[in-house]
T-cell receptor, first 109, second 115 residues
Framework: AQRVTQPEKLLSVFKGAPVELKCNYS??????LFWYVQYSRQRLQLLLR??SRESIKGFTADLNKGETSFHLKKPFAQEEDSAMYYCAQLTGGGNKLTFGTGTQLKVEL | NAGVMQNPRHLVRRRGQEARLRCSPMKGHSHVYWYRQLPEEGLKFMVYLQKENIIDESGMPKERFSAEFPKEGPSILRIQQVVRGDSAAYFCASSPPGGARTEAFFGQGTRLTVV
């Protein structure tokens, strides 16, 4: 079965520090990967997808097939980045998203 | 567009009762997904439906759980004879015709508590 692993339940950084949220996926020839974010009291929403190669709110994520990783990075954390972040992989022939357990990012002043 | 609407937001049921969770997808979306989140766990896929069809129910428990997405009206996740272990947050998501490959839009969830 496809698995998505986020090893950190909680990541605490100071404002202005770099952020890296780790995500590893199980091998799948051409994976389709996403990062979803849930801010406090809001619904889960798409942050970015690897296929778009986009930067959203200063976040980027690079697919590393050799390490089967899709880590989320931001050079300078902001207070408003505090949220729950979920890595997800499209599985089941493209029918569903398999989510990691999530990482709570806390940006402290 | 109001987004994916789930109701109720909170549902309390006694053991043995039935729970009905409703999900209205975004306008124009024909794909609906249900996920369950147990405490301290991530979202687990349950079922994927299109209008009047179940496409993938590989994550649904074999007994007591069923889902439908009728031609008219919301998608319904039904849990019969609930047990304490069914207590969880249930999330619905919908996608435009491209499916989850494009983007999944999530509702705010229904928190089911079985007492």
């Amino acid at each position: 079965a496809q698995r998505v692993t986020q090893p950190e339940k909680l990541l605490s950084v100071f404002k202005g520090a770099p952020v890296e949220l780790k995500c590893n996926y199980s091998y799948s020839g051409s994976p389709e990967l996403f990062w979803y974010v849930q801010y406090s009291r809001q619904r889960l929403q798409l942050l970015l997808r690897h296929i778009s190669r986009e930067s959203i709110k200063g976040f980027t994520a690079d697919l590393n097939k050799g390490e089967t990783s899709f880590h989320l990075k931001k050079p300078f954390a902001q207070e408003e980045d505090s949220a729950m972040y979920y890595c997800a992989q499209l599985t089941g022939g493209g029918n569903k998203l398999t989510f990691g357990t999530g990482t709570q990012l806390k940006v402290e002043l | 567009n109001a987004g994916v609407m789930q109701n109720p937001r909170h549902l309390v049921r006694r053991r043995g009762q039935e729970a009905r969770l409703r999900c209205s997808p975004m306008k124009g979306h024909s794909h609906v997904y249900w996920y369950r989140q147990l405490p301290e766990e991530g979202l687990k896929f349950m079922v994927y439906l299109q209008k009047e069809n179940i496409i993938d129910e590989s994550g649904m428990p074999k007994e007591r759980f069923s889902a439908e997405f009728p031609k008219e009206g919301p998608s319904i996740l039904r849990i019969q004879q609930v047990v304490r272990g069914d207590s969880a947050a249930y999330f619905c998501a919908s996608s435009p015709p491209g499916g989850a490959r494009t983007e999944a839009f999530f509702g705010q969830g229904t928190r089911l508590t079985v007492v």
